[in-house]
C-alpha cells in the first residue's frame, strides 16, 4: 500500500468529541496513522501531534471546541513544533472558518479525508494549513484496521454518512451521503474482534438500520428492497449472522430510524439470543405537525404503533431515545403532545435537547427559530424531570430482580467493584467477588437510582 513513513517519531494524541461514531472514527484516524508508523499516545503531553475529533450537532458542541483550540494554542507557544489538528463534524461544518477563530490550527480535515492524515502531517513544513474537505461518497475505510483500546466493548461502523434530510440536523452536511461496508467484511471484523478479546459489538451508523449489503450509493441506480435483498442482506440479516459469531456474547446496534424499523429487524431482534432486547429509538417531537416540519418521515400514531409492535414481539424491550424541544414552530400544545407521549411510552432513558439552528440545514434557512431561548429551557427542564422520575420508577421496579451484567472494568468510585451493563444498557455496580472483567455474571439488584443499578452477585 502507499505508506507513508514519517520523517521522524511523532507521537499522536486524539482527542474526542461527540457521539460513538465519533470515538469509532477516531479508532480508524489511530489505524490509519499507526500503519503509516506514527505512535498514538494517550497523554497530551507527551504528543507532538494533537487531533482533535469533533462533533457539530448543536452549536453548544463547536463552542466547546473552540474554548479547547485555545487552550491548545497555549501549549502550541511552549511546543512550537506542535501539529494541531481539527478533524470531524465542526471541520467539515465550519471549513476555513475555523482558521479565522484559531489561526494557528495546522490541519482542517472533514470525515471523509482520514486517508490523507498522515500526508497531512508530514507536510507541516510548508507552514500553510493542510484543508482536507472533499465529502467522498465511495469512501467507507473497509480497508482501515482500527486502532481500539482493549477492552469489552467494541465499536464497530457498519454504515457512514446520512440520507435522511431531517430538517433539523447538519449530520448528512458533514458526513455525505450513506454507504454501507459489506457485510462478509463486517462479519470478519467482528470475528477477529471475538479473537482479540472483545465481548460485546456495537454496530454503528447514522440510521443504522438503513444499513444494507449492496451498492446502495448515489453511484448506482435506486434499488428496490427485493433487489437489495438479491444482492446482499439487509440490516436483519446482519444480525442474524452477528448472532452466529461463536464466542460473541452481545450485540447492540445505534443508533436506528424509526422509518426503517422493518419487519425483519423486529424479527431479528426477537430470535436472536446475543442480540440485547434494548433500542434506542428517537423520537424528536411526539407532536405529529413537528414531526412533519422536521421531515421525519412517521407520524406520532406511526411511532406509538411501532413502539406497541416491537414490545409485542420482543418481550422486555428496553427502549430509549432523543427528544429535541424548542424545534422551529413548536407552541406549547406540540410541546405537552411530546410529554404526553413519553409519558404513555415510559423510556428507560432519553438524551433531551434544546434546538440549536444550524447553518446550512433546511430548518436554518425556510424556518422560524421562533422559540425563545428561556422558553427552550423551560421545556427541556420539565421533560428531564418528568424523564428522570419515569426512569427512577422504572429502575426501582427492578430491585429484588436477577439481571444479567457484562463486567466491563473497575467501578470509578470503589476499586472492590465492578461496572457492567444489563442486556438493557444499564449501568450496574457490583462488588467484584471472585468475577472477571470480561465476565457475564447474574446479579441481583438491591437498589436503583434514575441512572444506575446496585446489587450484589448470585449463583
Ligand atoms: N438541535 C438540537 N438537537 C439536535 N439533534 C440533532 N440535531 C439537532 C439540533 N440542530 C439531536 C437529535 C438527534 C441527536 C443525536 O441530537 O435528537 O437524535
Given at each position: 500500500?502507499?505508506?507513508?513513513?514519517?520523517?521522524?517519531?511523532?507521537?499522536?494524541?486524539?482527542?474526542t468529541?461527540?457521539?460513538?461514531?465519533?470515538?469509532?472514527?477516531?479508532?480508524?484516524?489511530?489505524?490509519?496513522?499507526?500503519?503509516?508508523?506514527?505512535?498514538?499516545?494517550?497523554?497530551?503531553?507527551?504528543?507532538?501531534?494533537?487531533?482533535?475529533?469533533?462533533?457539530?450537532?448543536?452549536?453548544?458542541?463547536?463552542?466547546?471546541?473552540?474554548?479547547?483550540?485555545?487552550?491548545?494554542?497555549?501549549?502550541?507557544?511552549?511546543?512550537?513544533?506542535?501539529?494541531?489538528?481539527?478533524?470531524?463534524?465542526?471541520?467539515?461544518?465550519?471549513?476555513?472558518?475555523?482558521l479565522?477563530?484559531?489561526?494557528?490550527?495546522?490541519l482542517?480535515?472533514?470525515?471523509?479525508s482520514?486517508?490523507?492524515?498522515?500526508?497531512?502531517?508530514?507536510?507541516?513544513?510548508?507552514?500553510?494549513p493542510?484543508?482536507?474537505?472533499?465529502?467522498?461518497?465511495?469512501?467507507?475505510?473497509?480497508?482501515?484496521?482500527p486502532?481500539?483500546?482493549?477492552?469489552?466493548?467494541?465499536?464497530?461502523?457498519?454504515?457512514?454518512?446520512?440520507?435522511?434530510?431531517?430538517?433539523?440536523c447538519?449530520?448528512?452536511?458533514?458526513?455525505?451521503?450513506?454507504?454501507?461496508?459489506?457485510?462478509?467484511?463486517?462479519?470478519?471484523?467482528?470475528?477477529?474482534?471475538?479473537?482479540?478479546?472483545?465481548?460485546?459489538?456495537?454496530l454503528l451508523?447514522?440510521?443504522?438500520?438503513?444499513?444494507?449489503?449492496?451498492?446502495?450509493?448515489?453511484?448506482?441506480?435506486?434499488?428496490?428492497?427485493?433487489?437489495?435483498?438479491?444482492?446482499?442482506?439487509?440490516?436483519?440479516?446482519?444480525?442474524?449472522?452477528?448472532?452466529?459469531?461463536?464466542?460473541?456474547?452481545?450485540?447492540?446496534?445505534?443508533?436506528?430510524?424509526?422509518?426503517?424499523?422493518?419487519?425483519?429487524?423486529?424479527?431479528?431482534?426477537?430470535?436472536?439470543?446475543?442480540?440485547?432486547?434494548?433500542?434506542?429509538?428517537?423520537?424528536?417531537?411526539?407532536?405529529?405537525k413537528?414531526?412533519?416540519?422536521?421531515?421525519?418521515?412517521?407520524?406520532?400514531?406511526?411511532?406509538?404503533?411501532?413502539?406497541?409492535r416491537?414490545?409485542?414481539?420482543?418481550?422486555?424491550?428496553?427502549?430509549?431515545?432523543?427528544?429535541?424541544?424548542?424545534?422551529?414552530g413548536?407552541?406549547?400544545?406540540?410541546?405537552?403532545?411530546?410529554?404526553?407521549?413519553?409519558?404513555?411510552?415510559?423510556y428507560?432513558?432519553?438524551?433531551?435537547?434544546?434546538?440549536?439552528?444550524?447553518?446550512?440545514?433546511?430548518?436554518?434557512?425556510?424556518?422560524?427559530?421562533d422559540?425563545?431561548?428561556?422558553?427552550?429551557?423551560?421545556?427541556?427542564r420539565?421533560?428531564?424531570?418528568?424523564?428522570?422520575?419515569?426512569?427512577?420508577?422504572?429502575?426501582?421496579?427492578?430491585?429484588?430482580?436477577?439481571?444479567?451484567?457484562l463486567?466491563?472494568?473497575?467501578?470509578?468510585?470503589?476499586?472492590?467493584h465492578?461496572?457492567?451493563?444489563?442486556?438493557?444498557?444499564?449501568?450496574?455496580?457490583?462488588?467484584?467477588?471472585?468475577?472477571?472483567v470480561?465476565?457475564?455474571?447474574?446479579?441481583?439488584?438491591?437498589?436503583?437510582?434514575?441512572?444506575?443499578?446496585?446489587?450484589?452477585?448470585?449463583?
Amino acid at each position: 500500500a502507499s505508506e507513508i513513513k514519517p520523517q521522524k517519531a511523532r507521537r499522536v494524541y486524539i482527542e474526542t468529541y461527540g457521539c460513538q461514531m465519533n470515538v469509532s472514527d477516531s479508532e480508524l484516524m489511530a489505524g490509519i496513522l499507526t500503519r503509516s508508523g506514527y505512535e498514538m499516545v494517550d497523554q497530551l503531553e507527551s504528543a507532538d501531534v494533537v487531533l482533535v475529533n469533533t462533533c457539530a450537532i448543536r452549536e453548544n458542541a463547536e463552542e466547546k471546541v473552540l474554548n479547547r483550540l485555545k487552550h491548545l494554542n497555549h501549549r502550541k507557544r511552549r511546543q512550537p513544533n506542535l501539529v494541531l489538528g481539527v478533524c470531524g463534524c465542526m471541520a467539515q461544518h465550519i471549513k476555513t472558518k475555523i482558521l479565522d477563530a484559531a489561526p494557528y490550527v495546522d490541519l482542517v480535515m472533514g470525515p471523509d479525508s482520514y486517508r490523507s492524515l498522515p500526508r497531512a502531517i508530514q507536510s507541516m513544513t510548508t507552514g500553510d494549513p493542510f484543508l482536507g474537505l472533499k465529502l467522498d461518497k465511495s469512501e467507507d475505510y473497509a480497508d482501515v484496521a482500527p486502532v481500539r483500546k482493549e477492552g469489552v466493548r467494541a465499536w464497530l461502523t457498519i454504515q457512514r454518512g446520512c440520507d435522511k434530510m431531517c430538517t433539523f440536523c447538519i449530520v448528512p452536511f458533514v458526513r455525505g451521503r450513506e454507504r454501507s461496508i459489506p457485510m462478509h467484511l463486517l462479519i470478519d471484523d467482528v470475528k477477529r474482534l471475538v479473537h482479540e478479546g472483545f465481548k460485546e459489538v456495537v454496530l454503528l451508523g447514522q440510521t443504522v438500520n438503513s444499513y444494507y449489503d449492496g451498492e446502495k450509493s448515489p453511484l448506482y441506480p435506486p434499488l428496490t428492497k427485493g433487489e437489495a435483498k438479491r444482492r446482499g442482506g439487509d440490516f436483519g440479516d446482519l444480525l442474524v449472522a452477528m448472532n452466529e459469531v461463536e464466542g460473541l456474547e452481545r450485540v447492540r446496534f445505534t443508533s436506528p430510524h424509526p422509518s426503517d424499523a422493518t419487519e425483519p429487524l423486529i424479527e431479528a431482534m426477537a430470535t436472536c439470543d446475543k442480540v440485547c432486547k434494548q433500542m434506542h429509538l428517537p423520537l424528536q417531537s411526539g407532536s405529529t405537525k413537528v414531526l412533519k416540519a422536521m421531515r421525519r418521515t412517521y407520524t406520532a400514531e406511526e411511532y406509538r404503533e411501532l413502539v406497541a409492535r416491537m414490545r409485542e414481539r420482543i418481550p422486555n424491550l428496553s427502549i430509549s431515545t432523543d427528544v429535541i424541544v424548542g424545534f422551529c414552530g413548536e407552541t406549547e400544545e406540540d410541546f405537552m403532545e411530546t410529554c404526553d407521549l413519553m409519558a404513555e411510552i415510559r423510556y428507560d432513558a432519553a438524551f433531551m435537547f434544546k434546538y440549536s439552528a444550524r447553518e446550512g440545514t433546511l430548518a436554518y434557512k425556510t424556518l422560524n427559530d421562533d422559540v425563545s431561548e428561556e422558553e427552550k429551557g423551560r421545556r427541556l427542564r420539565e421533560i428531564i424531570e418528568l424523564q428522570e422520575r419515569i426512569s427512577h420508577e422504572i429502575n426501582q421496579a427492578l430491585v429484588g430482580k436477577i439481571v444479567a451484567v457484562l463486567a466491563e472494568g473497575e467501578s470509578r468510585r470503589d476499586a472492590e467493584h465492578y461496572h457492567g451493563k444489563t442486556d438493557s444498557f444499564k449501568t450496574t455496580v457490583f462488588p467484584k467477588g471472585d468475577s472477571n472483567v470480561g465476565e457475564l455474571v447474574r446479579v441481583k439488584v438491591e437498589s436503583a437510582t434514575a441512572h444506575t443499578l446496585l446489587g450484589e452477585i448470585v449463583a
